[in-house]
């Protein structure tokens, strides 16, 4: 099918008067433009807006396609809902105050305390939006998680309930447990309903070791707004499920570590559910067959050339024998093979890969044999 989209603006003459459409058309999104912006960053403008599947009174957006459906369906995603930072690394309530590296970590820009043995956490990049995901956890928690939780000496948590209303953003406060003070110290934070996940405007602590935790919980029944009418055209959301609905792959998986001794343990791993041997074991952040998407320092996305073996805490590396879809929505078969030795691809298995809107998704199954692993860079 050929698809062909066209965004009408009603607007005033003037570059200046159209941004300001722009951020009122989105339900006050503010976009980081020059006071007189030129055609070229006005269309960068317009890109993103469209990326992040906005409607309004003034932006609208209507698709057409060949095919004969008679349905047509106007889609409004949440504002802020698909431009956020992913927080996965040693972030559960679960998790005592440090990783296995014995390592403590704080939500501060370039902190060090070699005393303390404790650093800025790998996955913090300052003031901004995040979202909570991966094995740590989907949301911060709502009650008290007490003191050495989280990779951390100060464990944050949130005062107060989620927004239960999709679209909804609150101001709210976030509390830090240490000792026997549930509240030792406090931060101000907004927190987004997003449908189906939450995402939170955190800003850096004021002190170390303090950070924000997760937990896990139950969804709100849906991302977006969605109305159905008759008519002579077909629109769908061109996010396709997976994008939103995934798990994350981060424990040392880039191909720049070094086999066995990437977590300091002497371990080989195999993304293969249940496996165990006197050689290694399965991979912690491994879930069985699934779309993962890959985060944080390790990588985030696979790489397209071959490794080498015995990278990413593997003997048999994983990479891509294949490119990677360039469109937005598409979604490929592709060849993952994995390096041993002097092999490039000593095995192989079967994937699909989606592009989202600035990452991508993959659906992988258990490796066969062990111990062999998906890798990024």
Known sequence: DTKKTVFALNVGNGL???IRELTKATGGVEFDVPDHANEDEFENILNRIC??????SSLTS??????????????TGYAGCSNYNVLTYYRSVHHGNSDDKKKNYCDKLNYTNLAWNSFTSPDWKGEGWYRFSGSSGDRMP????GAHHCGSASSGWLKGSHPDTPGKTLNM?????YGNKECESS???????CGKYYIYHLKEVHGCDRRYCATNGTYPSTVLKTTTTTATTTTTDSVPTQCRSY?????????KDKGRNADGKHKWYCDKAGWSDRSGVASPDWQGPGWYRFTGISGTVMPSTPPGGEHCGTTGAGWVADTHPTTVGETKSAKVCFSLMTYKCWSSAQIKITKCEN????YLPDVNPCATRYCAI
């Open 16 to 18: 200046d008067s159209k």
């Open 51 to 56: 990326s992040a599947n906005y409607t309004g």
């Open 62 to 75: 209507t698709s057409t396609t060949t095919s004969t459906t008679t349905t047509i369906t106007t889609t």
């Open 142 to 145: 709502d009650k008290p998680p």
């Open 173 to 177: 406060v976030v509390c830090f447990h």
């Open 187 to 193: 931060v101000q934070a907004k927190v987004t309903n």
């Open 247 to 255: 798990r994350t792959l981060h424990h040392y998986r880039n191909v």
């Open 359 to 362: 990452y991508f998704v993959y």
